[in-house]
């Protein structure tokens, strides 16, 4: 079997757990003996697995097809909306800096990521046109529209991947373009893909997406050895806080907690690995509870560097408002470090060695951060159970349900 899959990014270039999905994904497909052609915005190196093609959609010419263009893309252009997607336009052009291209990325396609969407959209039809391929897999919003319009040039399947809604992304789903652009992706596809059942339970109530056509494919994680941390500091207690700093991820009532702990722990530091529209606000609530000297940020960080983190915490928190999967989770758990996670959260569905709390509820929060802290007995059988646990997850069975779904919207002479 050949997938044409649309995705937004790709190792080297991570902003987030998008792109580590992805990647996963991919990699699991491939250990399958399936071949898949990547399309992205941008992506300048080559392919480094066999059976993986990468197109660069930027080096596409445009499809010629204005009427189709503008009774389908500009009709959602001109929705009136004030742009607050997964990322924005901003932190996308930091977010790719700070991934190792040592400028500032410049998008191929216009000057915000919205146009950036809708030109992606426009070159996928011709690129469908050229590819050979069974089935169509599109990754989140961003390419929702680009594997629309490769069904419609290919006449292929259609499958969509939910890894967050914008209900999860807006706390309410504010941003017009955005849903209707979900809206659109997951109506109209042959086959939805959510990354747990707590996604999947949003899409069919907010969009009201049949059972027939909604699945469930959990997020993994592949084991390998523990990163060595060389010289990092062992003499006061760490407790991390990895991702968008965003109002999605709960970072206020991080803070809010961690102010509770330090009255207790005095010399227990703080770790926040990420960047985000909140972390400024994130620094003030810090300040005003007086704990700066407990905290520090440090601003985007690649994903094989915070693997010393996870090893050398001895706690990670996610407090998360709406968490559709939550890969960080597991990979804390890789390294066995225990794990305090938000009852909102889709990763709870596939462990069961972590602490869970209410969002919001910092007083708990701050109650489980000490047991972990103080109670070795806790921490130790955290450590233990979790670890063992992420063992048994792998992108090879997640890409093995993806084929499952493939399979039942493939004729019978596709299969």
């Not at 693997?307 to 408002?321: L, T």
């Not at 559709?324 to 938000?342: C, N, Q």
């Not at 972590?354 to 007995?377: E, M, N, Q």
Request: charged share 25%; aromatic share 8%.
């Amino acid at each position: 079997m050949r997938v044409l899959m649309f995705g937004w990014e790709f190792p080297p270039f991570v902003s987030g757990g998008l792109g580590v999905a992805s990647a996963g994904l991919v990699q699991g497909l491939l250990e399958t003996g399936t071949e898949v052609v990547l399309v992205l915005p941008h992506h300048p190196f080559e392919p480094s697995a066999d059976g993986l093609t990468i197109v660069d959609s930027g080096a596409v010419a445009a499809a010629d097809d204005a009427p189709h263009r503008r009774r389908f893309l500009l009709r959602l252009q001109r929705l009136p909306t004030l742009l607050r997607p997964y990322i924005t336009a901003g932190a996308y052009e930091e977010d790719w800096s700070a991934a190792g291209t040592g400028t500032p990325f410049q998008g191929h396609y216009g000057p915000d990521l919205a146009t950036e969407v809708l030109r992606y959209a426009e070159v996928a039809g011709r690129i469908a046109r050229r590819e050979a391929f069974d089935v169509i897999h599109a990754h989140d919003w961003l390419t929702y529209l680009a594997g629309l319009e490769a069904r419609r040039a290919s006449g292929k399947p259609l499958v969509v991947h939910v890894h967050a809604t914008e209900f999860d992304r807006g706390g309410g789903g504010d941003n017009r373009l955005v849903t209707e652009i979900e809206r659109l992706g997951v109506l109209s596809a042959d086959r939805v893909i959510a990354v747990s059942g707590y996604t999947a339970q949003i899409v069919a109530e907010r969009y009201a997406v049949p059972a027939r056509r909604l699945r469930v494919v959990h997020n993994a994680i592949d084991a390998r050895e523990t990163l060595k941390i060389g010289d990092v500091a062992e003499e006061d207690p760490l407790v991390l806080f990895a991702g968008r700093i965003t109002r999605q991820k709960g970072p206020q009532f991080f803070v809010d907690a961690a102010a509770l702990v330090v009255a207790e722990i005095p010399n227990v530091k703080f770790a926040v690995a990420g960047s985000g529209d909140r972390m400024r606000p994130m620094m003030d609530r810090v300040a005003e509870h007086g704990i700066a000297r407990n905290f520090f940020f440090t601003g985007f960080v690649p994903p094989g560097e915070l693997d010393r983190f996870y090893a050398r915490a001895d706690v990670y928190v996610m407090p998360s408002v709406s968490e559709p999967f939550g890969l960080t989770a597991l990979e804390a758990l890789r390294h066995g470090t225990p794990a305090i996670v938000s009852r909102h959260a889709g990763v709870s569905e596939v462990v069961r060695n972590v602490l869970r709390v209410d969002f919001g509820d910092t007083r708990d929060l701050a109650s489980k951060i000490l047991s972990v802290l103080l109670f070795r007995p806790l921490s130790d059988a955290l450590s233990t159970g979790g670890r063992t646990e992420v063992r048994r997850l792998s992108w090879k069975d997640a890409a093995e349900k993806c084929l499952d779904v493939y399979r039942e919207i493939l004729p019978d002479g596709s299969r």
